[in-house]
């Protein structure tokens, strides 16, 4: 296939007005490729060259494009500059620069989707002394050999413009309506997903085999299995009343990680969003190089800062200093971590997603070294089918500075990229009526007003995440309770995000519409007092009433989660009738 073809459906989908009709059109495309080009357009068309967790990077400012884009075609710097600050598009520019410049045609019309893949791939792997002059050359050839509207589509990959309002989800549907022309093979797809998160590869898979070619995935080190999410209930004897004997663990307030090791390749650590986080924890990779006894293992955990002197847990304030690009090793003498292992996914080439969780804790504490002082430490576990006890458990645990308990089901599998109640969580009620916290993405702002006028800012759409549809449904807009630094960290995640119009996964109220938008990427959680019925709020709107926070407040940025794995609607729903009880 052609990228000029590609292009033509990326500004297709670029104009779509719904979700159905972005699926279909992803669809037709996925119909037209091969089983070699197939994996390369589902990564092209979410601006990327592999899957999230091989975080490969352009590594290039929109000045190195706009430079390229005057070298490719011969333009005066000045006017490019100027025209780029009034089009505020950079991919429109070099559109326009390129249509203007129809001498230099010849064969354009004739560069592949493979061809200019490479090329872009290629780019990635650029760094060092004289990079940036190869990177330089590379676009501008690029350029050169493209016609106009694949260069407004190769220069926003480039800067991370393309964004086209669809998540992975709407990709997985797209997959089902070009085998089926319509959603019912979306769950068996999503399943395969969810243990081998790599699009281009299912795609392949599917192209080549079909729905029954999905059965051969299994998890692999190096690629990481999206994290199983806990149920909530409102007290303890509802957890007994559901799973019966469970094994209690304590929920640690840290960062979630999942360990891959390879005794010839070493450690990797990933997070639930997918990015690989090795270098931000060295001493974690450390002891899953030193203190694990086995050939190869993916295996969950929490990491967690502790005081070194008293052995004591530090708060996620402290925790979350580790998350950082630049001075780990200073930091990490300051606030040292354990990781809190709990489950084990993988071991010895053996898939242990299937096997009950007496099994997988068995085999788990069984490949950890005991060494004096461990790093990697095992969650240990209490079983009980006593209320009570599970109550004296979680008093324990939430006065040790822990969050709380997750009780998980004796025969429960691990259910990779969904929340069941397979394992149910009992946190520390902080309010008389909302026990626990929304996770939100921020879908736009309002401009400040008297001491927030210097932000840019003064308060935020929030919404969460309906899962059927794949949209955004709005839950609050909060003005308060965030401190001058945290205003404006937000000011400055929502610049970079703005987006020049409603997002198309947005659904909102014509009341609660915000000054500008923001493209569906900062995630945040939300602390309410409860959940009540709003006439102007969509999430879960039925009869013209959704559900919104009363007094919400800023808890935390939560940079380790995707806008996907927000709180659901249906979870918001669920919430709003265990509050009523």
């Known amino acids: 296939m052609l990228f000029s073809e590609l292009a033509h459906y990326l500004q297709e989908i670029e104009s779509a007005s719904s979700r159905?009709?972005?699926?279909?059109?992803?669809?037709?495309?996925?119909?037209?490729t091969s089983a070699q080009e197939i994996g390369k357009v589902a990564y092209l068309v979410q601006g990327q060259t592999a899957p999230l967790y091989e975080h490969r990077e352009f590594g290039v400012a929109e000045k190195l494009v706009l430079k390229a884009l005057t070298s490719a075609f011969s333009l005066d710097s000045a006017q490019a500059k100027a025209r780029n600050t009034s089009m505020g598009d950079l991919g429109l520019v070099a559109e326009a620069s390129r249509e203007e410049t129809r001498e230099l045609f010849d064969s354009t019309q004739s560069v592949t989707i493979e061809e200019l893949f490479e090329k872009l791939y290629t780019l990635t792997t650029l760094s060092g002394t004289g990079s940036q002059d190869e990177k330089l050359a590379l676009i501008a050839d690029m350029l050169r050999i493209s016609d106009p509207l694949s260069c407004r589509y190769i220069v926003r990959i480039l800067i991370d413009k393309l964004r086209l309002g669809f998540s992975a989800m709407t990709i997985l549907d797209a997959y089902s309506w070009m085998l089926t022309g319509d959603k019912t093979l979306r769950k068996s797809i999503e399943r395969a997903y969810n243990v081998y998160p790599n699009l281009g590869h299912i795609g392949a898979l599917l192209k080549k085999g079909g729905i029954h070619a999905l059965s051969q995935i299994e998890p692999a080190v190096g690629v990481p299995i999206l994290m199983a999410r806990a149920e909530r209930v409102e007290k303890p004897s509802d957890i007994i009343e559901k799973i019966g004997e469970c094994a209690v663990e304590p929920k640690y307030d840290g960062f979630r990680l999942q360990l891959h090791y390879d005794k010839k390749k070493g450690t990797r650590l990933f997070t639930r969003g997918l990015d690989e986080v090795s270098y931000m924890y060295p001493e974690i990779v450390q002891a899953g190089n030193n203190e694990l006894q086995c050939d190869s293992l993916i295996l969950e955990g929490e990491a967690v800062g502790y005081n070194p002197d008293t052995g004591e847990f530090l708060p996620f304030q402290e925790t979350v200093q580790r998350k950082r690009k630049y001075g780990i090793q200073e930091k990490a003498l300051l606030v040292p971590l354990r990781l809190f292992v709990f489950d084990l996914l993988y071991l010895n080439g053996k898939n242990y997603l299937h096997k009950p969780y007496t099994i997988r804790k068995k085999m788990l504490k069984s490949i950890i070294k005991s060494k004096k002082v461990n790093t990697i430490v095992y969650t240990k576990e209490i079983r009980t089918r006593d209320p009570h006890a599970l109550e004296s458990l979680?008093?324990?645990?939430?006065?040790?500075?822990?969050?709380?308990?997750?009780?998980?089901?004796?025969?429960?599998?691990?259910?990779?990229?969904?929340?069941?109640?397979?394992?149910?969580?009992?946190?520390?009620?902080?309010?008389?009526?909302?026990?626990?916290?929304?996770?939100?993405?921020?879908?736009?702002?309002?401009?400040?007003?008297?001491?927030?006028?210097?932000?840019?800012?003064?308060?935020?759409?929030?919404?969460?995440?309906?899962?059927?549809?794949?949209?955004?449904?709005?839950?609050?807009?909060?003005?308060?309770?965030?401190?001058?630094?945290?205003?404006?960290?937000?000011?400055?995640?929502?610049?970079?995000?703005?987006?020049?119009?409603?997002?198309?996964?947005?659904?909102?109220?014509?009341?609660?519409?915000?000054?500008?938008?923001?493209?569906?990427?900062?995630?945040?959680?939300?602390?309410?007092?409860?959940?009540?019925?709003?006439?102007?709020?969509?999430?879960?709107?039925?009869?013209?009433?959704?559900?919104?926070?009363?007094?919400?407040?800023?808890?935390?940025f939560r940079a380790d989660k995707k806008p996907t794995d927000i709180t659901t609607t249906v979870e918001l729903q669920d919430l709003y009738t265990v509050q009523k009880k």
């Not at 159905?20 to 037209?32: G, I, P, Q, S, Y």
Request: with cysteine; hydrophobic share 35%.
């Open 20 to 32: 159905l009709v972005m699926t279909r059109l992803l669809a037709d495309l996925f119909k037209k």
């Open 394 to 556: 979680f008093d324990q645990y939430t006065s040790e500075g822990l969050e709380g308990v997750i009780a998980k089901k004796l025969d429960g599998t691990y259910e990779a990229g969904a929340r069941g109640f397979n394992w149910i969580k009992f946190k520390r009620s902080y309010s008389k009526k909302l026990n626990d916290t929304i996770d939100c993405v921020v879908m736009g702002f309002d401009y400040g007003k008297g001491k927030r006028t210097s932000f840019g800012i003064g308060a935020f759409l929030a919404g969460v995440y309906n899962k059927a549809s794949d949209t955004f449904e709005t839950v609050a807009k909060i003005g308060t309770g965030l401190t001058d630094d945290e205003w404006r960290a937000m000011s400055a995640a929502c610049e970079k995000n703005k987006a020049a119009q409603k997002p198309v996964q947005y659904i909102v109220d014509d009341m609660t519409t915000p000054d500008e938008w923001s493209y569906p990427s900062i995630v945040v959680e939300i602390r309410a007092d409860e959940i009540t019925k709003s006439p102007v709020h969509t999430a879960g709107k039925t009869s013209g009433i959704g559900y919104a926070l009363r007094f919400p407040r800023l808890e935390r």
